[in-house]
Structure formats: C-alpha cells, structure tokens
C-alpha cells in the first residue's frame, strides 16, 4: 500500500505529495503510479542511481494538484491539438496552462502542464493525470472516425459556395462521419478557406494527409486526402492559403478532399461554416 503524507521538514512544500518508498518498490513503478514521467521523478529527487532505492526513502512527486495541474512528456509524433484531444481540454486552456502562444511550435521532450478537471483530482495533494484517450498510430486525434465506413449522400454543386478545391461533386458523409467529400482534380492545391493556425498535419491511415487549421471563434477546419502538404504545425495561413496538394483516395480511386468543420467539438456543415 502506498504511503502518503504531506513533508513537514524544511525545505520541502507542505503542498507537495511526498511517497515513503515500501520494500519492493522501483523507481519506475513509484513513476507509473502517480503517472509522471521517470526522468522527472529523479531529476526532482536527485536520484542519480535508480538501483540503490531504499526502503523508507522519502520522494518527493513533481507537480501536486494544489494548482490543479498534471504533466505529460511530449512524444515523437504529439501535437498540442493531439495531447488536448486526449485528456479532454481545450487546446486554448493547454496553451494558457504551459504559457504558450499560438506560434508556439511543440517539441519532442517537452513537459506539458496538463489541466486536471476536478473529479480527476486525488485528495491530499496526490498528482493525478488520468490516462490517454485512444489516438492514431502517428499519435495524431482521429478527426474522422472510423475510416471504414463512408456513408455518401449527392448534393448539386452550388457555385456560390467556396470550397477549398475546384469541386466537381458534392458528397455529403452521413454516416458516422460529417462532412463532405468534394471530388476534383488529382494534384490541384488545397486552399484554406480561412486565416488561422495549422494544428496538425501529417498523414492519416484511410485518408492520406491531413491539415487541421484552428480558427478563432472555437472552430476547427480538417483538410483530408492531400498526397503532400505545404504546411507543418504552428503555420499561419490566410484565406487562399494552399494547404497541399489533392490527392487519390484509397476507397474511391477518385481525387477526393475530405472536409469537415467543428466548432466546439461539434461538426457543422461545411457548406454554413465561415469563409474569411
């Protein structure tokens, strides 16, 4: 059994978490039961030797919850969107919590400041951090869904519509998805349709490439199908902005853009969302 008290002696928080090392015990599962990452744990305790842990070694735990607050190791492959889709916050409080900008592009080995929501919280100052929701394989959100089932409804092509490729056809996915599927031209660019922040690109299994640029009133913009990108994260881009190239869509053998809109985790349909 874990045992918990709040140090007293001089040099230490009283709000810190301190855990009284039981036979038995390794650094590493001290680390995995409070969630926090190994490396922090000794350099926080000046463990140089994980080895010699002693029974009834006082440790300290990096970041209590007095301020509401976990940690996360940023990985190969993370983004800010990623990691706030994961634990279920805002991408705004992640930033607000880590003192980020929007220009701020995330490194591998960064150590996030995660916002813990109150149920999430152990007493006595116990660090929480509950565990990552399922992502992609690229440690990317599935913006999508499931990739395999794509439910397709025809609409006729509005010319006064703007859309982020010349498009032929509208597909409207009503399946688990929502969103359109706008056929075009193979290579043709992608153009944003607003200003905004690149939060993701990269690949995504079932539908090429993707660009996802946040916009401001809580909106989200997901660019699918691109055989290339021209945007990495933390790219600002304006209305016009090429995104990537269109690509082949792996289902369909067509040239097909998958474009979906949300705004507050909502989909909205893409044809209604803003355009400036």
């Known amino acids: 059994m874990l045992a918990l008290g709040l140090a007293a002696a001089a040099g230490i928080n009283a709000q810190e978490t301190i855990h009284i090392v039981q036979r038995g015990e390794t650094i590493y599962s001290i680390a995995r039961s409070y969630k926090v990452d190994i490396d922090e744990l000794m350099r926080f305790n000046g463990v140089l030797d994980p080895q010699k842990l002693r029974a009834g070694q006082r440790l300290a735990i990096p970041a209590g919850t007095a301020s509401g607050l976990g940690e996360y190791r940023v990985k190969r492959g993370d983004t800010l969107y990623s990691i706030a889709r994961q634990y279920d916050i805002t991408l705004q409080s992640l930033r607000n919590a880590n003192n980020f900008s929007e220009a701020y592009v995330l490194k591998e080995g960064d150590l996030l400041k995660i916002p813990l929501k109150p149920e999430e919280r152990h007493r006595a100052g116990e660090t929480a951090l509950p565990p990552p929701a399922p992502s992609s394989a690229s440690g990317r959100p599935p913006p999508f869904g499931s990739s395999g089932t794509r439910v397709m409804e025809p609409k006729a092509v509005d010319d006064s519509i703007r859309w982020p490729v010349a498009a032929k056809a509208v597909l409207y996915m009503t399946g688990k998805l929502y969103g359109v599927a706008l056929l075009g031209e193979r290579s043709e660019p992608v153009k944003s349709l607003t200003q905004g922040t690149v939060v993701s690109a990269g690949p995504y299994r079932g539908f ?32 016009g902005s090429e995104l990537g190239k269109l690509g082949i869509d792996a289902v369909s053998r067509k040239p097909q853009l998958f474009f979906l809109v949300y705004q507050s985790s909502t989909p909205i349909d893409p044809a209604k969302a803003p355009r400036a």
């Open 208 to 239: 090429g490439k993707v660009a996802i640029v946040q916009v401001s009133g809580g909106y989200l913009y997901v660019y699918g199908g691109c055989e290339s990108l021209t945007v990495k994260e933390g790219d600002k881009v304006k209305p």
